[in-house]
T-cell receptor, first 111, second 114 residues
Framework: RKEVEQDPGPFNVPEGATVAFNCTYS??????FFWYRQDCRKEPKLLMS???SGNEDGRFTAQLNRASQYISLLIRDSKLSDSATYLC????????????FGQGTTLQVKP | NAGVTQTPKFRILKIGQSMTLQCTQD?????MYWYRQDPGMGLKLIYY???????DKGEVPNGYNVSRSTTEDFPLRLELAAPSQTSVYFC?????????????FGDGTRLSIL
């Protein structure tokens, strides 16, 4: 099992749609998780941090299921500007602060 | 509120040349990282530092060197540029070792070796 696994997509959705991405992780001891957004050839930008069962920020909701070891990202009312690659990121269990990146899920929102 | 600043933004090098990619952060973060990202691929860790004077290798350190003489700066050195080092390079920083602290990325240096 990969340390962090995502469906690479691409997900092609119309504007206004609701779309959900899943991410599974292998280390049951992981406590914190992140969703980053990366536009083509740009830097990854932090979208949401996920600590407990989940959190919400406007149109974006992240949920954590520790028993099944997966994190999800829900985007409601998709905008054209949401088109990007979404990275599921899990801190590596060490003192180094290193991260384990999923391969990313590509979202294309169409008019 | 600059965050993580990388220079230059773009650079073209000839095979065998050397250069230093600069990275500085103004957030007083202890932890800093260098990644490379090839087209269509994920991020690969080159080197990292957990504080001034401390550096360590990541997944792909060959052909690179780093130093960390101050908390703010973490330059990446390419000594003998090779075409395989054509990539986008990202620097990132993190406040401390706590797992709930995210990494913050600079906007990258796009490097081509011809």
């Amino acid at each position: 099992r990969k340390e962090v696994e995502q469906d690479p997509g691409p997900f092609n959705v119309p504007e206004g749609a609701t779309v959900a991405f899943n991410c599974t992780y292998s280390n049951s001891a992981s406590q914190s998780f992140f969703w980053y957004r990366q536009d083509c050839r740009k830097e990854p930008k932090l979208l949401m941090s996920v600590y407990s069962s989940g959190n919400e920020d406007g149109r974006f909701t992240a949920q954590l299921n520790r028993a099944s070891q997966y994190i999800s990202l829900l985007i409601r009312d998709s905008k054209l500007s949401d088109s990007a690659t979404y990275l599921c990121v899990v801190p590596r269990p060490s003192n180094t602060g290193k991260l384990i990146f999923g391969q990313g899920t590509t979202l294309q929102v169409k008019p | 509120n600059a965050g993580v600043t990388q220079t230059p933004k773009f650079r073209i090098l000839k095979i065998g040349q050397s250069m230093t990619l600069q990275c500085t952060q103004d957030m007083n973060h202890n932890y800093m990282y260098w990644y490379r990202q090839d087209p269509g691929m994920g991020l690969k860790l080159i080197y990292y530092s957990v504080g001034a004077g401390i550096t360590d290798k990541g997944e792909v350190p060959n052909g690179y060197n780093v130093s960390r003489s101050t908390t703010e700066d973490f330059p990446l050195r390419l000594e003998l540029a090779a075409p395989s080092q054509t990539s986008v390079y990202f620097c990132a920083s993190k406040r401390d070792r706590q797992s709930n602290q995210p990494q913050h990325f600079g906007d990258g240096t796009r490097l081509s070796i011809l």
